[in-house]
């Protein structure tokens, strides 16, 4: 079992800057990459960006890229989302998202969620 806890959070104007933190705790060991996704009410959880934990491999959703940035704390465990020039478009609730890459199919984690409010 992987545990996932989300900080940073928060209400922001339009072009400012959040940082959202996930710490994993547990069998973490067994994580193939970490990520986080983003959802608004009535719609599914999207991809926002994800890293790999072996070769820090990113990947980010077309909305997300020049502006936000995925960053790994290997000595915390951690992952870090770097967003910046924030619209209001980027408002949600973020869930951390660990996942592990099996021979068939993958195991998936989540956290609790944050809320990120971006004010136009």
């Known amino acids: 079992q992987v545990q996932l806890v989300e900080s940073g959070g928060g209400l922001v104007h339009a072009g400012g800057s959040l940082r959202l933190t996930c710490a994993a705790s547990?069998?973490?060991?067994?994580?193939?990459?970490l990520g986080w996704y983003r959802q608004v009410p009535g719609q599914e959880r999207v991809l926002v960006a994800r890293?790999?934990?072996?070769?820090?491999?990113?990947t980010y959703a077309d909305s997300a890229k020049g502006r936000f940035t995925i960053s790994r704390d290997a000595a915390r465990n951690a992952v870090h989302l770097q967003m910046n020039s924030l619209k209001a478009e980027d408002t949600g609730t973020y869930y951390c998202?660990?996942?592990?890459?099996?021979?068939?199919?993958?195991?998936?984690?989540w956290g609790q969620g944050i809320q990120v409010t971006v004010s136009s």
């Open positions: 998202n660990a996942f592990y890459i099996k021979v068939k199919g993958r195991d998936d984690y």
């Open positions: 547990g069998s973490t060991g067994s994580i193939s990459g």
């Open positions: 890293i790999t934990l072996r070769n820090e491999i990113t």
